[in-house]
Protein backbone atom coordinates (compact mmCIF):
# COMPACT_ATOMS: atom_id res chain seq x y z
CA UNK A 1 0.00 0.00 0.00
CA UNK A 2 1.43 3.41 -1.53
CA UNK A 3 1.89 6.29 1.88
CA UNK A 4 0.38 9.55 0.34
CA UNK A 5 3.00 11.18 2.58
CA UNK A 6 5.29 9.01 1.29
CA UNK A 7 4.10 10.46 -2.21
CA UNK A 8 4.14 14.07 -1.07
CA UNK A 9 8.12 13.54 0.05
CA UNK A 10 8.55 12.16 -3.51
CA UNK A 11 6.58 14.93 -5.09
CA UNK A 12 8.44 17.79 -3.14
CA UNK A 13 11.50 16.57 -3.87
CA UNK A 14 10.62 16.14 -8.07
CA UNK A 15 8.68 18.93 -8.13
CA UNK A 16 11.11 21.36 -9.56
CA UNK A 17 12.77 19.19 -12.04
CA UNK A 18 12.46 19.55 -16.02
CA UNK A 19 11.61 16.25 -16.22
CA UNK A 20 8.16 16.74 -14.14
CA UNK A 21 5.18 16.38 -16.58
CA UNK A 22 2.03 17.14 -15.31
CA UNK A 23 1.95 15.70 -11.93
CA UNK A 24 4.23 12.78 -11.90
CA UNK A 25 8.25 12.70 -13.12
CA UNK A 26 8.92 9.89 -15.49
CA UNK A 27 12.72 8.06 -15.22
CA UNK A 28 14.14 6.76 -18.06
CA UNK A 29 12.97 3.26 -17.47
CA UNK A 30 9.73 4.37 -18.30
CA UNK A 31 8.39 4.56 -21.70
CA UNK A 32 8.21 8.22 -23.37
CA UNK A 33 4.91 9.97 -22.56
CA UNK A 34 3.38 11.34 -26.04
CA UNK A 35 4.16 14.87 -26.83
CA UNK A 36 0.51 15.86 -26.77
CA UNK A 37 0.48 14.66 -23.31
CA UNK A 38 3.53 16.79 -22.67
CA UNK A 39 2.05 19.90 -23.94
CA UNK A 40 -0.70 19.65 -21.44
CA UNK A 41 2.00 19.84 -18.48
CA UNK A 42 0.89 22.23 -15.33
CA UNK A 43 2.79 24.25 -12.76
CA UNK A 44 4.40 22.31 -9.88
CA UNK A 45 1.56 22.79 -6.97
CA UNK A 46 2.23 22.56 -3.31
CA UNK A 47 2.36 19.12 -1.53
CA UNK A 48 -1.61 19.34 -0.01
CA UNK A 49 -3.56 16.66 0.57
CA UNK A 50 -5.62 17.29 -2.51
CA UNK A 51 -1.96 17.40 -4.78
CA UNK A 52 -0.95 14.37 -3.41
CA UNK A 53 -4.20 13.16 -4.69
CA UNK A 54 -3.97 14.25 -8.06
CA UNK A 55 0.00 12.95 -8.46
CA UNK A 56 -1.53 9.37 -7.72
CA UNK A 57 -4.42 9.57 -10.11
CA UNK A 58 -2.08 11.09 -12.68
CA UNK A 59 0.31 8.57 -11.95
CA UNK A 60 -2.23 5.19 -11.96
CA UNK A 61 -3.44 7.23 -15.43
CA UNK A 62 -0.19 6.76 -16.80
CA UNK A 63 1.69 3.68 -15.48
CA UNK A 64 -1.02 1.57 -14.99
CA UNK A 65 0.23 -1.31 -17.90
CA UNK A 66 3.91 -1.02 -16.74
CA UNK A 67 3.78 -0.26 -12.72
CA UNK A 68 2.02 -3.30 -11.82
CA UNK A 69 3.27 -2.38 -8.06
CA UNK A 70 1.13 -0.12 -7.48
CA UNK A 71 -1.83 -1.48 -5.45
CA UNK A 72 -5.29 -1.26 -6.80
CA UNK A 73 -6.45 0.83 -4.42
CA UNK A 74 -4.12 3.69 -2.37
CA UNK A 75 -5.86 4.70 0.65
CA UNK A 76 -4.34 6.76 3.79
CA UNK A 77 -5.91 9.34 6.19
CA UNK A 78 -3.72 12.80 6.20
CA UNK A 79 -2.48 14.35 9.48
CA UNK A 80 -4.66 17.38 9.04
CA UNK A 81 -7.30 15.78 7.58
CA UNK A 82 -9.14 12.80 9.52
CA UNK A 83 -11.13 11.84 6.33
CA UNK A 84 -10.37 8.57 4.92
CA UNK A 85 -9.38 8.69 0.91
CA UNK A 86 -9.19 5.75 -1.58
CA UNK A 87 -8.07 6.19 -5.01
CA UNK A 88 -8.68 3.50 -7.78
CA UNK A 89 -7.17 2.47 -10.59
CA UNK A 90 -9.90 3.57 -13.05
CA UNK A 91 -8.68 7.10 -14.48
CA UNK A 92 -11.90 7.81 -14.64
CA UNK A 93 -13.26 7.65 -11.15
CA UNK A 94 -11.45 11.02 -9.82
CA UNK A 95 -14.10 10.86 -6.45
CA UNK A 96 -17.20 8.98 -5.07
CA UNK A 97 -18.60 12.46 -4.56
CA UNK A 98 -17.99 13.56 -8.32
CA UNK A 99 -19.07 10.84 -9.78
CA UNK A 100 -22.31 10.79 -7.91
CA UNK A 101 -22.96 14.37 -8.87
CA UNK A 102 -22.29 13.73 -12.42
CA UNK A 103 -24.37 10.91 -12.61
CA UNK A 104 -27.33 12.80 -10.62
CA UNK A 105 -27.00 15.87 -13.37
CA UNK A 106 -26.97 13.50 -16.01
CA UNK A 107 -30.47 12.00 -14.58
CA UNK A 108 -31.97 15.42 -13.96
CA UNK A 109 -31.23 16.53 -17.80
CA UNK A 110 -32.73 13.79 -19.30
CA UNK A 111 -35.94 14.32 -16.52
CA UNK A 112 -35.66 18.12 -17.33
CA UNK A 113 -35.87 17.83 -21.00
CA UNK A 114 -38.58 14.81 -21.09
CA UNK A 115 -41.20 16.41 -18.29
CA UNK A 116 -40.13 14.58 -15.47
CA UNK A 117 -40.24 11.68 -17.88
CA UNK A 118 -43.23 11.64 -19.58
CA UNK A 119 -42.30 12.30 -23.05
CA UNK A 120 -38.65 9.92 -22.56
CA UNK A 121 -37.92 7.70 -25.44
CA UNK A 122 -37.11 3.99 -24.77
CA UNK A 123 -33.60 4.80 -25.08
CA UNK A 124 -33.66 7.56 -22.74
CA UNK A 125 -35.40 5.60 -20.08
CA UNK A 126 -33.01 3.25 -20.21
CA UNK A 127 -30.40 5.42 -19.96
CA UNK A 128 -31.85 6.58 -16.55
CA UNK A 129 -32.33 3.18 -15.39
CA UNK A 130 -28.68 2.42 -15.68
CA UNK A 131 -27.62 5.43 -14.03
CA UNK A 132 -29.63 5.11 -11.37
CA UNK A 133 -28.61 1.40 -11.13
CA UNK A 134 -25.50 3.07 -10.74
CA UNK A 135 -26.13 5.25 -7.82
CA UNK A 136 -28.42 2.79 -6.20
CA UNK A 137 -24.97 0.32 -5.89
CA UNK A 138 -23.07 3.74 -4.00
CA UNK A 139 -25.87 4.56 -1.90
CA UNK A 140 -25.12 6.50 1.82
CA UNK A 141 -25.12 4.19 4.51
CA UNK A 142 -27.03 5.34 7.30
CA UNK A 143 -27.80 4.53 10.82
CA UNK A 144 -29.87 1.92 10.96
CA UNK A 145 -31.03 2.44 14.74
CA UNK A 146 -32.59 5.66 13.72
CA UNK A 147 -36.68 5.33 13.54
CA UNK A 148 -38.62 3.13 14.35
CA UNK A 149 -41.72 0.73 14.16
CA UNK A 150 -43.59 4.03 14.48
CA UNK A 151 -41.36 6.66 13.65
CA UNK A 152 -39.52 7.75 10.11
CA UNK A 153 -35.84 8.04 10.13
CA UNK A 154 -34.80 11.68 9.92
CA UNK A 155 -33.53 11.88 6.68
CA UNK A 156 -36.87 10.63 4.59
CA UNK A 157 -39.23 13.30 6.76
CA UNK A 158 -39.86 16.70 4.64
CA UNK A 159 -41.79 17.35 1.61
CA UNK A 160 -40.35 15.86 -1.80
CA UNK A 161 -41.09 16.27 -5.63
CA UNK A 162 -40.93 14.64 -7.98
CA UNK A 163 -38.67 15.25 -10.69
CA UNK A 164 -39.06 11.70 -12.74
CA UNK A 165 -40.62 8.61 -13.32
CA UNK A 166 -40.51 5.60 -15.89
CA UNK A 167 -43.85 5.06 -15.77
CA UNK A 168 -47.26 7.27 -15.37
CA UNK A 169 -46.62 10.12 -12.46
CA UNK A 170 -49.86 9.65 -10.81
CA UNK A 171 -48.63 5.87 -9.98
CA UNK A 172 -46.98 7.31 -7.10
CA UNK A 173 -49.74 8.06 -5.55
CA UNK A 174 -51.00 5.56 -2.67
CA UNK A 175 -54.16 5.12 -4.69
CA UNK A 176 -53.22 3.84 -7.24
CA UNK A 177 -50.37 1.88 -5.80
CA UNK A 178 -52.73 0.16 -3.44
CA UNK A 179 -54.99 -0.37 -6.90
CA UNK A 180 -51.87 -2.42 -8.20
CA UNK A 181 -51.25 -4.67 -5.05
CA UNK A 182 -54.54 -6.01 -5.28
CA UNK A 183 -53.34 -7.59 -8.40
CA UNK A 184 -52.66 -11.31 -8.14
CA UNK A 185 -51.19 -12.63 -10.66
CA UNK A 186 -48.88 -11.05 -14.04
CA UNK A 187 -52.04 -11.03 -16.47
CA UNK A 188 -53.63 -8.96 -13.92
CA UNK A 189 -51.04 -6.27 -13.72
CA UNK A 190 -50.63 -6.18 -17.10
CA UNK A 191 -54.21 -5.63 -17.55
CA UNK A 192 -53.51 -2.73 -14.90
CA UNK A 193 -50.73 -0.93 -16.21
CA UNK A 194 -52.85 -0.83 -19.50
CA UNK A 195 -55.33 0.81 -17.68
CA UNK A 196 -53.15 3.15 -16.21
CA UNK A 197 -51.76 3.90 -19.72
CA UNK A 198 -55.71 4.22 -20.87
CA UNK A 199 -56.07 6.91 -17.85
CA UNK A 200 -53.88 9.15 -18.88
CA UNK A 201 -54.46 8.90 -22.27
CA UNK A 202 -58.05 9.47 -21.47
CA UNK A 203 -57.23 13.13 -19.73
CA UNK A 204 -54.47 14.00 -22.69
CA UNK A 205 -56.04 17.40 -22.66
CA UNK A 206 -54.91 18.04 -19.07
CA UNK A 207 -51.59 19.41 -17.52
CA UNK A 208 -49.80 17.67 -14.38
CA UNK A 209 -47.87 19.99 -12.28
CA UNK A 210 -46.28 19.64 -9.23
CA UNK A 211 -46.64 16.24 -7.66
CA UNK A 212 -45.02 15.79 -4.03
CA UNK A 213 -45.18 13.76 -1.41
CA UNK A 214 -45.12 14.95 2.36
CA UNK A 215 -43.34 12.20 4.85
CA UNK A 216 -43.90 12.79 8.83
CA UNK A 217 -42.04 12.05 11.47
CA UNK A 218 -44.63 10.07 13.23
CA UNK A 219 -45.21 7.93 9.80
CA UNK A 220 -47.95 9.68 7.61
CA UNK A 221 -47.12 10.35 3.75
CA UNK A 222 -49.28 12.74 1.80
CA UNK A 223 -49.13 12.55 -2.22
CA UNK A 224 -50.12 15.63 -3.62
CA UNK A 225 -50.84 15.61 -7.85
CA UNK A 226 -51.77 18.64 -9.00
CA UNK A 227 -53.53 19.24 -12.19
CA UNK A 228 -54.98 21.55 -14.70
CA UNK A 229 -57.17 21.44 -17.85
CA UNK A 230 -58.83 24.05 -20.48
CA UNK A 231 -62.20 25.05 -18.56
CA UNK A 232 -63.16 25.90 -22.44
CA UNK A 233 -60.83 24.52 -24.62
CA UNK A 234 -63.07 24.79 -27.72
CA UNK A 235 -65.02 27.64 -28.20
CA UNK A 236 -66.59 26.20 -31.85
CA UNK A 237 -68.32 23.35 -29.68
CA UNK A 238 -70.13 25.78 -28.29
CA UNK A 239 -70.76 28.54 -30.21
CA UNK A 240 -70.50 27.03 -33.95
CA UNK A 241 -70.54 29.75 -36.02
CA UNK A 242 -67.05 30.86 -34.59
CA UNK A 243 -64.34 29.66 -36.93
CA UNK A 244 -61.72 30.05 -34.23
CA UNK A 245 -61.14 26.43 -32.78
CA UNK A 246 -58.70 27.43 -30.12
CA UNK A 247 -59.74 28.29 -26.26
CA UNK A 248 -59.76 31.02 -23.51
CA UNK A 249 -57.64 30.77 -21.06
CA UNK A 250 -59.57 30.09 -18.78
CA UNK A 251 -58.53 26.93 -16.53
CA UNK A 252 -60.02 24.41 -14.40
CA UNK A 253 -57.33 23.61 -11.65
CA UNK A 254 -56.78 21.48 -8.54
CA UNK A 255 -54.58 19.10 -6.64
CA UNK A 256 -55.94 14.89 -5.76
CA UNK A 257 -54.60 14.46 -2.75
CA UNK A 258 -54.24 10.79 -1.23
CA UNK A 259 -52.73 10.11 2.33
CA UNK A 260 -51.59 6.51 3.88
CA UNK A 261 -50.09 5.26 7.43
CA UNK A 262 -46.26 4.40 6.58
CA UNK A 263 -46.12 0.67 8.25
CA UNK A 264 -41.97 0.20 8.06
CA UNK A 265 -40.82 -3.61 7.06
CA UNK A 266 -37.02 -1.80 7.73
CA UNK A 267 -36.20 1.63 7.64
CA UNK A 268 -35.60 1.51 3.69
CA UNK A 269 -39.19 -0.67 3.00
CA UNK A 270 -42.84 0.24 3.86
CA UNK A 271 -45.81 -1.04 3.51
CA UNK A 272 -48.49 1.56 3.19
CA UNK A 273 -52.01 1.68 4.54
CA UNK A 274 -54.32 3.72 2.27
CA UNK A 275 -56.46 6.04 3.90
CA UNK A 276 -58.22 9.01 2.41
CA UNK A 277 -58.59 11.04 -1.51
CA UNK A 278 -59.40 14.23 -1.62
CA UNK A 279 -59.95 17.22 -3.71
CA UNK A 280 -58.31 19.67 -2.83
CA UNK A 281 -57.74 23.74 -4.00
CA UNK A 282 -60.65 22.96 -6.73
CA UNK A 283 -61.72 26.96 -8.62
CA UNK A 284 -64.46 25.88 -9.93
CA UNK A 285 -67.37 27.76 -8.54
CA UNK A 286 -70.05 26.30 -6.21
CA UNK A 287 -68.22 23.12 -6.56
CA UNK A 288 -65.39 24.32 -4.17
CA UNK A 289 -67.16 24.47 -0.93
CA UNK A 290 -68.96 20.75 -1.63
CA UNK A 291 -64.91 19.46 -2.47
CA UNK A 292 -63.65 20.73 0.90
CA UNK A 293 -66.19 19.29 2.46
CA UNK A 294 -65.13 16.20 4.76
CA UNK A 295 -67.77 14.13 3.79
CA UNK A 296 -67.26 13.68 -0.02
CA UNK A 297 -63.91 12.24 0.75
CA UNK A 298 -63.15 9.01 -0.68
CA UNK A 299 -62.36 7.28 2.80
CA UNK A 300 -60.69 3.82 1.44
CA UNK A 301 -59.57 2.37 4.54
CA UNK A 302 -63.57 1.86 5.65
CA UNK A 303 -64.50 0.44 2.46
CA UNK A 304 -61.42 -1.96 2.54
CA UNK A 305 -62.76 -2.85 6.24
CA UNK A 306 -66.03 -3.38 5.41
CA UNK A 307 -64.85 -5.51 2.45
CA UNK A 308 -62.22 -7.34 4.79
CA UNK A 309 -65.36 -8.18 6.94
CA UNK A 310 -67.94 -9.63 4.67
CA UNK A 311 -66.15 -10.73 2.11
CA UNK A 312 -64.16 -13.80 3.08
CA UNK A 313 -61.64 -13.81 -0.14
CA UNK A 314 -60.68 -9.97 0.55
CA UNK A 315 -57.35 -8.73 1.86
CA UNK A 316 -56.64 -4.82 2.41
CA UNK A 317 -53.85 -4.30 0.34
CA UNK A 318 -51.08 -2.86 1.19
CA UNK A 319 -48.26 -1.95 -1.45
CA UNK A 320 -44.81 -2.20 -0.71
CA UNK A 321 -42.16 1.30 -1.63
CA UNK A 322 -38.53 0.75 -1.50
CA UNK A 323 -36.43 3.70 -0.81
CA UNK A 324 -32.91 2.31 -2.73
CA UNK A 325 -31.14 5.49 -2.92
CA UNK A 326 -31.44 8.85 -0.34
CA UNK A 327 -29.29 11.34 -0.05
CA UNK A 328 -29.68 15.11 1.62
CA UNK A 329 -31.19 16.23 -1.93
CA UNK A 330 -32.44 13.30 -3.60
CA UNK A 331 -34.89 10.00 -3.05
CA UNK A 332 -35.19 7.29 -5.09
CA UNK A 333 -38.07 5.11 -4.61
CA UNK A 334 -39.64 1.44 -6.16
CA UNK A 335 -42.78 0.00 -6.49
CA UNK A 336 -43.22 -3.53 -6.45
CA UNK A 337 -43.18 -3.28 -10.26
CA UNK A 338 -39.30 -1.99 -9.94
CA UNK A 339 -41.09 1.26 -11.50
CA UNK A 340 -38.71 4.19 -10.37
CA UNK A 341 -39.88 7.44 -8.85
CA UNK A 342 -37.10 9.70 -8.26
CA UNK A 343 -37.64 12.55 -6.34
CA UNK A 344 -35.89 15.85 -4.55
CA UNK A 345 -36.17 17.47 -1.40
CA UNK A 346 -38.00 20.75 -1.01
CA UNK A 347 -37.93 21.14 2.07
CA UNK A 348 -37.96 19.56 5.67
CA UNK A 349 -41.40 20.85 6.28
CA UNK A 350 -44.40 17.64 7.37
CA UNK A 351 -47.39 19.85 6.90
CA UNK A 352 -49.26 19.26 3.41
CA UNK A 353 -50.31 22.16 1.05
CA UNK A 354 -52.62 24.57 2.00
CA UNK A 355 -54.70 25.40 -1.10
CA UNK A 356 -57.20 27.27 0.70
CA UNK A 357 -55.98 30.50 -0.60
CA UNK A 358 -56.99 29.29 -4.51
CA UNK A 359 -59.35 31.30 -5.47
CA UNK A 360 -62.68 29.12 -6.90
CA UNK A 361 -63.11 31.56 -10.04
CA UNK A 362 -61.69 29.47 -13.22
CA UNK A 363 -58.52 31.74 -13.35
CA UNK A 364 -60.15 34.80 -14.19
CA UNK A 365 -58.79 36.97 -11.11
CA UNK A 366 -55.24 36.09 -12.22
CA UNK A 367 -56.22 36.67 -15.92
CA UNK A 368 -57.43 40.32 -15.68
CA UNK A 369 -54.48 40.75 -13.22
CA UNK A 370 -52.03 39.70 -15.81
CA UNK A 371 -53.76 41.67 -18.42
CA UNK A 372 -53.60 45.02 -15.94
CA UNK A 373 -50.25 44.43 -15.73
CA UNK A 374 -49.38 43.89 -19.08
CA UNK A 375 -52.05 46.05 -20.70
CA UNK A 376 -54.09 48.72 -19.33
CA UNK A 377 -51.83 49.03 -15.94
CA UNK A 378 -54.37 50.94 -13.91
CA UNK A 379 -53.34 50.82 -10.24
CA UNK A 380 -55.13 51.99 -7.65
Known sequence: ????????????????????????????????????????????????????????EAQLSYSHDFAPSIDEHVSSASSDNEDHLQITTDSSAVTLADNIASIQNSILRIAASTD???????????????????????????????????????????????????????????????GRSTCKTPEQAAQYNWFCNMHRAALAISTIGDVRQVITKDGRLVNEFEVRAGAIPFLSYFVPSLRYSGGLPFTIDGAIVSSAD????????????MDTVEIKGSNIPILRNLLDSENVALKSRDLSQLLEENVDSYQVPKPVLRTTYVDSDMRIVRDEDDNIFLYSKVSSSEEPTDYSGVLADFGVAS??????????????
Request: aromatic share 10%; with cysteine.
Open 116 to 178: RGQNAKTSQKERVSNLIASLESNAPKHDSEEGSSTTIPSYLVGTWELLYSNTQLFRSSPFFLA
Open 262 to 273: IMPKTTMEWELY
Open 1 to 56: MVSFHAAAALLAATSAMPTCIGFTTWSSSFPAVPSATRSKAVRPLHATEAFQRSLL
Open 367 to 380: LLEGFNDAITKIYL
